[in-house]
T-cell receptor
Framework: DTGVSQDPRHKITKRGQNVTFRCDPI?????LYWYRQTLGQGPEFLTY????????KSRLLSDRFSAERPKGSFSTLEIQRTEQGDSAMYLC??????????????FGDGTRLSIL | AQKITQTQPGMFVQEKEAVTLDCTYD???????LFWYKQPSSGEMIFLIY??????QNATEGRYSLNFQKARKSANLVISASQLGDSAMYFC???????????FGTGTSLTVIP
């Protein structure tokens, strides 16, 4: 049973650079979520997809953040012109979803981003 | 708007004892789900237990049970017979059925003392 996979596990970059993270969900899951988590805090919702459609996006997400899920399978999260405040763990999760669904999410191990 | 509150930043429990982690929530929706996740120091988020708002019985999964009090809007996690491996951060989360977003609390750090 393959779980949610995220790549890379760690990313160190200089301020102002662009970074891209990848998430491969559990294969039969149609919903995919991105979260940001900083030390001592719970996961903060960024965006989620149902199949290839991006259904919700946090108001906290600036224009520097963009996410795609072009074929309804894997997803990428890109951060442009990174800032110090972007340093965090970026978590991906997937679930089975549909109208009236409340299936639990399953998380990947996360990508830890450090901005120098 | 939905909100999850976990008021215990840190908890200690003796090994083999039971412990209750508090969670209160706020929503105007009638149909929702409540979830608990465990996050060890290694970082992965592990799903523990789920309670639906219309479930009449409290959910149980092995040593985990959820004390659901709908009128008080609380969904406390009870861990029985604590083990050293239970030391971790614990997060309460909520999702309304009509909608996709999950809302997480700030977490409770549990330390099990030998």
């Amino acid at each position: 049973d393959t779980g949610v996979s995220q790549d890379p596990r760690h990313k160190i970059t200089k301020r102002g650079q662009n970074v891209t993270f990848r998430c491969d969900p559990i294969s039969e899951h149609n919903r995919l979520y991105w979260y940001r988590q900083t030390l001592g805090q719970g996961p903060e919702f960024l965006t989620y997809f149902q199949n290839e459609a991006q259904l919700e996006k946090s108001r906290l997400l600036s224009d520097r953040f963009s996410a795609e899920r072009p074929k309804g399978s894997f997803s990428t999260l890109e951060i442009q012109r990174t800032e110090q405040g972007d340093s965090a763990m970026y978590l991906c999760a997937s679930s089975l979803g549909g109208q009236g669904s409340n299936q639990p999410q399953h998380f990947g191990d996360g990508t830890r981003l450090s901005i120098l | 708007a939905q909100k999850i509150t976990q008021t215990q930043p840190g908890m200690f429990v003796q090994e083999k004892e039971a412990v209750t982690l508090d969670c209160t929530y706020d929503t105007s929706d009638q149909s929702y789900g409540l979830f608990w996740y465990k996050q060890p120091s290694s970082g992965e988020m592990i799903f523990l237990i789920y309670q639906g708002s219309y479930d009449e019985q409290n959910a149980t999964e092995g040593r985990y049970s959820l004390n659901f009090q709908k009128a008080r809007k609380s969904a406390n996690l009870v861990i029985s017979a604590s083990q050293l491996g239970d030391s971790a951060m614990y997060f309460c989360a909520m999702k309304v059925v009509v909608g996709g977003q999950f809302y997480f609390g700030t977490g409770t750090s549990l330390t099990v003392i030998p």
